[in-house]
């Protein structure tokens, strides 16, 4: 069948992913028959047309009130048809039933869970859109196409065959997000890593006025998240000039202004003030100055 057979070709034929699985679950395996060849499955053909005569067209004018009922009459057709002695053979089919059952395997422990299978785009967010829901998938792979397994609970992501991760599929309002920490590039790692709490606790370690100035920055913006990529570039400062540097930068800035930007410390620490000896003078009263 067409849905089940995506290509065939003289060397090959590609299988349905989804129908693939289903008989990988059942430990069997799909083999197609030829193209315009009936006779390769013509017992199989055959029984169908009977079980149409047999049972469909018997029941046709019944009337049922209930699935439980119409599959009673169905299972009564079935077992008469079953017992049926063959037309061209000895025996009937629930006989040979009976001699190749003791080969059969046992169904598996847990019924097969249809999935869904779709190609998607890693993004630059490191994110793919499945459903207008957004997944992550490890940054290494921005821009390229990846294919998307999904089963009611879990959302799978597959790259050359292998699977790089995995997510519980979302449910409900589009757009929400589902990023995991180890899919990020280290930049974005820092950011998740680092709360308002943690640079205060950072910048008291280094002295007063760096404390003094985080806060600044964290206060003055409308969501503290905000500013922490200026909290985050405060302390690649210090790594870069040493704590004591940055304290010394810190003072001499909040000397200028009582909410120095990063930017104000840059300058001090590039140009060396930090460094200058000589106090800020505290600025004179004028009676033209309020």
Same mark, same amino acid.
């Given at each position: 069948?067409?849905?089940?057979?995506?290509?065939?070709?003289?060397?090959?034929?590609?299988?349905?992913?989804?129908?693939?699985?289903?008989?990988?679950?059942?430990?069997?395996?799909?083999?197609?028959?030829?193209?315009?060849?009936?006779?390769?499955?013509?017992?199989?053909?055959?029984?169908?047309?009977?079980?149409?005569? =047999?049972?469909?067209?018997?029941l046709r004018n019944g009337q049922f009130l209930s699935l439980q009922e119409l599959n009673k009459a169905i299972r009564e057709k079935l077992m008469i048809f079953l017992q049926k002695p063959f037309q061209k053979k000895?025996?009937?089919?629930?006989?040979?039933?009976?001699?190749?059952?003791?080969?059969?395997?046992?169904?598996?422990?847990?019924?097969?869970?249809?999935?869904? =299978?779709?190609?998607?785009?890693?993004?630059?967010?490191?994110?793919?859109?499945?459903?207008?829901?957004?997944?992550?998938?490890?940054?290494?792979?921005?821009?390229?196409?990846?294919?998307?397994?999904?089963?009611?609970?879990?959302?799978?992501?597959?790259?050359?065959?292998?699977?790089?991760?995995?997510?519980?599929?979302?449910?409900?309002?589009?757009?929400?997000?589902?990023?995991?920490?180890?899919?990020?590039?280290?930049?974005?790692?820092?950011?998740?890593? =680092?709360?308002?709490?943690?640079?205060?606790? =950072?910048?008291?370690?280094?002295?007063?006025?760096?404390?003094?100035?985080?806060?600044?920055? !964290?206060?003055?913006?409308?969501?503290?998240?905000?500013?922490?990529?200026?909290?985050?570039?405060? !302390?690649?400062?210090?790594?870069?000039?040493?704590?004591?540097? !940055?304290?010394?930068?810190?003072?001499?800035?909040?000397?200028?202004?009582?909410?120095?930007?990063?930017?104000?410390?840059?300058?001090? !620490?590039?140009?060396?003030?930090?460094?200058?000896?000589?106090?800020?003078?505290?600025?004179?009263?004028?009676?033209?100055?309020?």
């Amino acid at each position: 069948m067409k849905t089940g057979v995506e290509k065939t070709g003289r060397d090959e034929t590609v299988i349905n992913k989804t129908y693939q699985e289903m008989a990988e679950h059942y430990e069997t395996a799909v083999i197609p028959a030829r193209v315009r060849a009936p006779r390769d499955k013509a017992t199989v053909e055959g029984t169908v047309g009977i079980i149409s005569t =047999w049972i469909l067209a018997a029941l046709r004018n019944g009337q049922f009130l209930s699935l439980q009922e119409l599959n009673k009459a169905i299972r009564e057709k079935l077992m008469i048809f079953l017992q049926k002695p063959f037309q061209k053979k000895d025996g009937s089919r629930q006989a040979a039933f009976a001699e190749e059952k003791p080969f059969l395997l046992p169904l598996p422990k847990s019924a097969f869970e249809l999935a869904e =299978w779709k190609l998607a785009t890693v993004g630059y967010n490191y994110h793919i859109s499945v459903q207008s829901q957004n997944y992550s998938v490890p940054f290494e792979y921005i821009k390229q196409r990846v294919e998307v397994r999904q089963t009611t609970n879990t959302l799978e992501v597959l790259f050359e065959g292998n699977r790089i991760c995995a997510h519980p599929r979302l449910h409900g309002h589009p757009g929400q997000y589902s990023t995991m920490e180890s899919h990020m590039p280290p930049d974005h790692q820092k950011y998740v890593q =680092w709360d308002g709490d943690r640079f205060k606790r =950072w910048a008291a370690k280094v002295g007063d006025h760096t404390l003094t100035v985080v806060r600044s920055i !964290l206060e003055s913006r409308k969501v503290e998240q905000q500013g922490y990529k200026a909290c985050m570039a405060l !302390l690649k400062l210090a790594d870069q000039y040493s704590s004591h540097r !940055l304290e010394a930068a810190c003072e001499r800035a909040l000397g200028y202004t009582q909410a120095p930007s990063f930017k104000n410390i840059q300058a001090i !620490l590039r140009t060396g003030q930090d460094k200058q000896t000589d106090k800020l003078l505290p600025p004179r009263h004028h009676r033209n100055m309020d």
